[in-house]
């Protein structure tokens, strides 16, 4: 850590002690004036305060059921709420109560009594209030009046259940801010007759509750990333929203400051996000998104650092979307939202026409094959993380993501949990849970806990060719330096011929090399011992493996291999394809995968190979060592 990072980490231990007495003294953190209704605009007015977003009608209404009865679905299954003391503080994931103290005396990380933290907060949150004001405004008179009772009985339990200080929904600064910005939100879609004086009290007292904590634990320096990003759309909010309060212009000051310098570093000049996680870069998107059209609402002009952060990232995740309108699950994702799963929020992408895109700041490039059905490809050569931590990437170095038509056919594995079982995060952060090469059976990077890693790889894309449909690009990394291995990793692809993909291992010892596929669609059959059908929309795709022994697992424990995770806290199995070599290096391993039934793939895989090996040894990477000719040249 840095001087100042020392320095502020100290401050905080400083703040949380002043915070601490407080509560022992029992000081009341919410002043009078958090009380007086009558003198806010925003709790007193008649019309709407915040601007309309567009909705999914079709995922509303599928949820409103549950959501009217007081349901609410988080990843670890349905969350029920009831008119008791202490529901906010039951663990969906295991059942269990977290404690009702201090919230700084609450051990929250890896190895808890209580169960995965981020499972408790996700119905904390309050964005399903904000889905239950859609439902009230959409449905019939009686419709309205039972979703607002729930809006406002569910508001004032939580107020009720979680006072200022206590429990474990104040440990981050980030949750306080996503629930001040949802709660603000809900009761401003239903405001009118049928709602008396006690929400809008409710919603002054998480306000300033929640805003000088946030203020006074900005997550800064290493810690920074999406968290900083909310908390800084929080007191926009509560500063635009309320400027009656003793410190609203403070807030909305230090929330545009950060705003304005997080939205230059953490959205890069090309778009993408240096947290190396997609699910995160979304909704560091949304939430700037949501602050842009505030502050437009509201006749201010949105600092220039905000909007040209958006133009960049909407370019940016244009070119990842899928045919269907999704995105690759690539580093950490907790499927959480700005608002609600609900909203379609202004700045959301549709899919570019078919092209391909090298983001050199990322590290991604997109291919898109105009095939039948078309098939797109993300090549991942970027680097670990935001540094010094590098805590929401995955070791996933120079890893493929394959779509074709609407079928995942290579997957990334996704991430499953953050503080529960400690083998499961290990293992979906690592490298064995992506498209990619091991070596003697370790990470290409060193874990330290469930949200840090030490030895970061690098990652250089050393050889481009790009013209018509076709292309090659060629990369390598220096996550095995340790083991005295370079692994080079060449990928070439054409809308008539398929995908080949080299990986050349440099080194001079023995070694152990494992390549994992992790499949999204059905295995059909062996067509002979190393070429395998997939059963995905697109008949007779194969995949072909050459430098290595075939193996295919399935829902497989110890070790674990052939898992999923399609959501955070969900957890099904896949096939994995496995090949495995154990020998003196240099080594070299060949995927072939082919699209359509076309002849010349044989061909066409030997030159490219060739060109790999060519730039390889041009680049002055490795010491090139001439690996066996090419029987289909």
């Given at each position: 850590?840095s001087?100042?990072?020392v320095?502020?980490?100290?401050s905080?231990?400083?703040?949380i002690?002043?915070?601490r007495?407080?509560?022992?003294l029992?000081m009341?953190v ?8 009558t ?13 309309d ?9 599928h949820a409103?059921?549950g959501?009217?009865?007081g ?8 969350w029920q709420?009831?008119p008791?003391?202490g ?5 969906p ?5 977290w404690?009702k103290?201090f919230?700084?005396?609450i ?7 209580y ?16 889905e ?14 039972k ?27 980030m949750?306080?801010g996503l629930?001040?910005?949802a ?7 239903v405001?009118?007759?049928l709602l008396?004086a006690?929400?809008?009290q ?9 805003a000088p ?5 900005i997550?800064?320096h290493?810690?920074s990333g999406?968290?900083?990003?909310a ?8 500063g635009m929203?309320f ?7 403070d ?6 400051r950060?705003?304005r310098?997080e939205?230059q570093r953490?959205i890069?000049p090309?778009?993408g ?15 700037l998104?949501?602050?842009s ?6 006749g201010i ?14 370019r940016?995740?244009?070119?990842m979307?899928?045919s269907?309108?999704?995105?690759p ?17 202004p700045?959301?992408v549709?899919?570019d ?7 050199g700041?990322?590290g991604?490039?997109v ?10 490809l993300?090549?991942?050569h970027?680097?670990l993380?935001?540094p ?12 493929i993501v394959?779509?074709v ?8 594995a ?5 503080t529960?079982d ?6 979906f952060?690592?490298?064995r849970?992506h498209?990619t ?6 990470d290409?990077?060193v874990?330290?806990?469930c949200f840090?890693w ?8 050393i ?9 090659r690009?060629?990369a390598?990394h ?5 083991l005295?291995?370079l ?21 001079t010892?023995?070694?152990l090399?494992?390549?994992h596929w992790?499949l ?7 067509r002979?011992e190393?070429t395998?059908?997939l059963?995905?929309a ?7 493996c050459?430098g290595?022994?075939?193996?295919v ?10 898992w ?5 806290g969900?957890?099904?199995p896949i096939?994995?394809?496995?090949v495995?070599?154990?020998?003196t290096?240099?080594?070299e ?6 699209l359509?039934g076309d ?6 895989t030997g030159?490219?190979?060739s060109w790999?090996?060519q ?12 690996f ?6």
């Open positions: 850590m001087g100042r990072e320095f502020h980490r100290a905080q231990q400083g703040t002690l002043s915070m007495i407080q509560h022992c029992g009341s919410v002043p009078d004036d958090a009380n007086t209704i003198s806010s605009r925003f709790c007193t007015s008649h019309s709407a305060q915040l601007p977003f567009p909705y999914d009608p079709e995922r509303l209404e409103a059921n959501l009217m009865a349901s609410v679905n988080t990843a670890q299954g349905s709420w009831e008791v003391a529901i906010w503080h039951q663990a994931d295991t059942g269990r109560l404690p103290r919230f700084a005396a051990p929250y990380r890896e190895g808890n009594p169960g995965d933290v981020r499972a408790l907060w996700e119905p904390a949150r309050l964005q399903h209030l904000v239950l004001a859609l439902i009230a405004r959409r449905g019939s008179a009686g419709r309205q009046r979703a607002v009772a729930m809006i406002t009985a569910q508001l004032h339990s939580w107020v009720e259940d979680n006072p200022p200080l206590v429990g474990p929904h104040y440990i981050s600064a949750e306080c629930r001040l910005i709660a603000c939100h809900a009761l401003d879609l405001r009118g007759g008396d006690s929400p809008w409710d919603l002054l007292a998480i306000v300033y509750s929640h904590l946030i203020e006074r634990r997550s800064l290493s810690s999406n968290h900083t990003i908390e800084g759309s929080a007191l926009v909010y509560a929203l400027p009656e309060l003793r410190h609203a212009c807030w909305r000051a230090t929330g545009l950060l705003l310098a939205a953490q890069l090309d778009g996000g240096i947290e190396q996680a997609i699910d995160y870069h979304v909704q560091n998107t949304q939430l998104s949501l602050v059209t505030l502050l437009t609402h509201h002009e949105v600092p220039v650092e905000l909007r040209e952060a958006l133009e960049r990232s909407n940016f995740l244009a070119s979307i899928t269907g309108m999704r995105l699950r690539i580093g950490d994702s907790d499927d959480g939202a700005a608002l609600c799963k609900s909203l379609r929020l700045g959301e549709s899919a026409p078919p092209q391909t895109r090298t983001f700041n990322t991604y490039t291919a898109r094959l105009p095939s039948a059905p078309p098939a797109k993300v090549f991942d970027g680097p993380g935001m010094p931590a590098f805590g929401h990437g995955h070791a996933d170095a120079l890893a394959l779509t038509g609407d079928d995942d056919v290579l997957l990334d996704g991430t499953y949990t953050y529960g400690p083998q499961w995060r290990a293992y952060r690592g490298t849970a498209n090469v091991t070596v003697d059976g370790i290409q990077a874990q330290q806990g840090q030490s030895t970061p790889f690098r990652c250089r894309l050889a481009s060719a790009i013209d018509r449909g076709e292309g690009l060629l390598v220096d996550g095995y330096a340790r005295g291995v692994h080079a990793r060449g990928v070439a692809w054409s809308t008539d011929r398929g995908i080949t993909i080299w990986d050349g291992l440099f080194g010892d023995e070694h090399i494992e390549l992790h999204g669609v059905p295995l059909g059959e062996w002979d190393r395998l059908i059963e995905p697109a008949s007779g795709l194969e995949v072909s050459t290595g022994s075939l193996s697992h399935r829902g497989e424990r110890s070790p674990i291999l052939g999923r995770s399609p959501s955070y969900q957890l099904e096939t994995t394809v496995k495995t070599h154990r020998g290096l240099p080594h391993l060949i995927t072939r995968i082919r359509t002849d010349g793939i044989d061909r066409w030159r490219a190979i790999f090996r730039q390889i040894q041009q680049s002055g990477e490795s010491k090139f060592s001439a066996p000719s090419i029987p289909w040249i």
